[in-house]
């Protein structure tokens, strides 16, 4: 089987006028090199993947194409898509990168190793994330997107949390105390892309998980590391399998399988655990940071289950028995 793997930062993604940000391409090249090294692996899988001329080439023993020109990115993955058996992209949902991928890999007719577009282009939204999981009575933070609220800030009292709609990580996402702080980051730039979310005291964490067909398989409970500074947030890794999967989680995780049927393959779900239990804040349609430590954690080959997911009739993933806690570390 031939598999074309696109990480997006490192691959070809990035504008070719700025230098790469290294804190991305790190980031980038920890997925891409867990991912190689499991599809590596599986007898009968041969990789392809793109490269940015501005990085070094990948450190495994793959079929490497050099992008000199990120302009002609889109154009070069079509064609190795075409050539390919399947595809595995490995990219952000901003500005509607991984949803444009997956509808130019399901128009190809090769198989998508990643969420169905459709789901893709609802988790791309924060907003209409939200609305689709409070519908299903999923315990979601509540979500506004900033043109549609009042000057003075959202309907709930502060402090309130604001991000871009189709945000990745911690990118852009600020802390906002009250009414004067509002105001003031409402007038810095064009914020009509933004949502605000209010404020969830607890303990930041994820799941990880395998999803298919509207079922989800759970993988771990990861406790993140998420740093405040300056008004500003940011990811710092975390421990993958550092919290127990409680059976509550397990339930979580099922009912967003359930609420989003076209999430497929490697899944993530941003939660704060607080005194009354897990919310939601985000769903992550893809390989996410944590599936670095996944492997190492579980014992289980990611991309080994995920091909077999994909088989038809699917191979369910064998159960997890006990979790080794990896501590994954970003900054720095």
């Known amino acids: 089987m031939r598999i074309l793997v696109v ?27 867990a991912l190689l090294a499991d599809l590596l692996e599986v007898p009968g899988v041969a990789v392809t993947v793109t490269r940015d001329a501005r990085l070094p080439p ?11 020109d990120p302009r002609e990115s889109w154009s070069l993955w079509e064609d190795l898509a075409r050539q390919a058996d399947g595809v595995w992209p490995i990219a952000p949902e901003t500005d509607g990168a991984l949803e444009r991928f997956s509808r130019m890999v399901e ?3 090769r198989t998508l190793f990643n969420s169905r577009a459709d789901a893709v282009a609802v988790a791309s939204s924060k907003a209409a994330t939200a609305a689709v999981l409070s519908e299903a009575g999923m315990p979601v933070v509540p979500v506004w997107r900033v043109g549609a609220v009042v000057a003075d800030g959202p309907p ?9 709609d189709d ?66 947030f940011s ?14 989680l397990a339930d979580l995780a099922q009912g967003v399988a359930a609420a989003l049927p076209g999430l497929f393959g ?3 779900v941003d939660i704060i655990i607080g005194p009354e239990g897990p919310t939601i804040i985000e769903v992550n349609p893809r390989l996410t940071t944590s599936f670095v430590g996944v492997r190492r954690a579980t014992g289980l080959n990611i991309a080994a289950t995920v091909l077999d997911l994909a088989r038809a009739p699917p191979v369910p993933p064998p159960p997890v028995g006990r979790i080794e806690p990896i501590h994954l570390t970003l900054e720095g």
């Open 7 to 33: 990480e997006f930062v490192t691959g070809g993604g990035m504008p070719p006028d700025d230098p790469i940000p290294a804190s991305l391409a790190r980031e980038g090249d920890l997925m891409l090199h």
């Open 58 to 68: 990948p450190m495994a023993p793959v079929s490497s194409i050099t992008i000199t």
């Open 107 to 109: 128009a190809s007719g």
């Open 156 to 164: 709930e009292k502060g402090p309130w949390v604001v991000k871009p």
């Open 167 to 232: 945000g990745a990580g911690c990118v852009d996402t600020r802390l906002i105390r009250d009414h004067t702080e509002w105001r003031g980051w409402l007038g810095e730039a064009d914020r009509s892309g933004f949502v605000a979310q209010p404020f969830q005291p607890g303990t930041p964490a994820s799941l990880s998980m395998f999803c298919r067909d509207g079922r989800a398989w759970p993988l771990t409970a990861n406790r993140q590391t998420v740093s405040l500074s300056g008004g500003r």
């Open 235 to 248: 990811y710092g890794g975390g421990i993958v399998g550092g919290m127990a999967l409680t059976p509550a």
């Open 266 to 268: 490697c899944v993530g």
